[in-house]
């Protein structure tokens, strides 16, 4: 049920942080996996990891998701070295640190263009070869899909539209057998994660006061979550955003 063998990935910013984490689980599980990042060299040496770490193809490429031509390529490559693109793992992700009366709109711009435009359009171009049978998108969000956050505006406004996009990509693709999640992940130890304790102040208390696990996650506590909405364990679960927090958002 679990079994991803034969099945194809993609995991956009999959050369670090949450995204290897997911790769990582997706390859281990028996994806063949492309791995597109902003760096092309980190891209290129994690996915020679992989595969010697899991015996299945992984393939690493530079590419900046929010450029409308790397992003077709990128797809384009899935195809032409795997021979197809079962499952999107759109993860790719920034967070501009700047009140709202202090930000510019160059700064909205970009803090949304890579956390929400490009997931519609890598999920737009994508969608033809996940029709092939079985198609499945994870959309990554965050707490801030459901909580505001008067120090990451543009970053919170983006993450909730991952949700709203999740639920509207599930209903319009349901025919074409595509299912469509999103996970919501809590504090997790990664670049990001060290950034936001540099940037937010008492971060780290507040984040260890409310999250009833008592630490912040690392990136193989997505593993399982991922593999799950990746396979056909998840075949009649679609348009859900699911919350892998330690708890941090039933507090
Ligand atoms: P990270 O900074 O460690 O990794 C992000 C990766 O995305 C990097 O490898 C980076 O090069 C790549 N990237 C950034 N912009 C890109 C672009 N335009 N095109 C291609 N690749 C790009 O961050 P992370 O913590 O692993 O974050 C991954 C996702 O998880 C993001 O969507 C983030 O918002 C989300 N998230 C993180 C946390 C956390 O606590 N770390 C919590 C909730 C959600």
């Known amino acids: 049920l679990f079994d991803l063998t034969g099945r194809v990935a993609l995991v956009t910013g999959g050369a670090s942080g ?8 997706l390859s281990g599980a028996g994806a063949s996996v492309v791995i597109g990042d902003l760096s092309g ?21 530079e590419a900046d998701v929010t450029v409308a031509e790397e992003a ?19 993860n790719a992700g ?27 359009h890598l999920s737009k171009i994508a969608y033809a070869h ?12 965050s707490m801030y899909s459901i909580f505001g956050a008067g120090e990451v505006p543009a970053y919170a406004a983006s993450k909730g539209g991952v949700v709203q996009l999740t639920k509207s990509l599930a209903i319009a693709w349901a025919e074409q057998n595509i299912q469509v999640n999103a996970i919501l992940p ?24 409310r ?32 919350p892998v927090d330690g708890g941090y958002s039933v507090t």
């Open 72 to 90: 077709e390529a990128l797809v384009a490559r899935c195809v032409s070295t795997f021979g197809g693109l079962d499952i999107l793992v759109n």
């Open 94 to 120: 920034i967070g501009i640190h700047v009140r709202p009366e202090e930000m510019t709109m160059e700064q909205w711009d970009k803090n949304v263009s890579v956390n929400l435009r490009a997931v519609f």
């Open 130 to 141: 996940l029709c092939a049978g079985g198609g499945k998108i994870i959309n990554i969000g």
């Open 211 to 242: 999250t009833p696990a008592n630490r912040w996650g690392e990136p193989e506590d997505l593993a399982g979550t991922a593999i799950f909405l990746a396979s056909g364990a998840s075949s009649y679960v679609t348009g859900v955003s699911i």
């Open 186 to 209: 809590g504090w997790i130890n990664t670049g990001l994660g060290a950034q936001g304790r540099r940037e937010m102040e008492g971060l780290n208390e507040r984040v260890l006061a």
């Open 18 to 25: 949450i995204g290897l984490g997911i790769a990582r689980a």
């Open 41 to 61: 060299e980190a891209a290129t040496r994690v996915a020679a990891e992989l595969t010697a770490d899991s015996g299945n193809p992984t393939l690493g490429l």
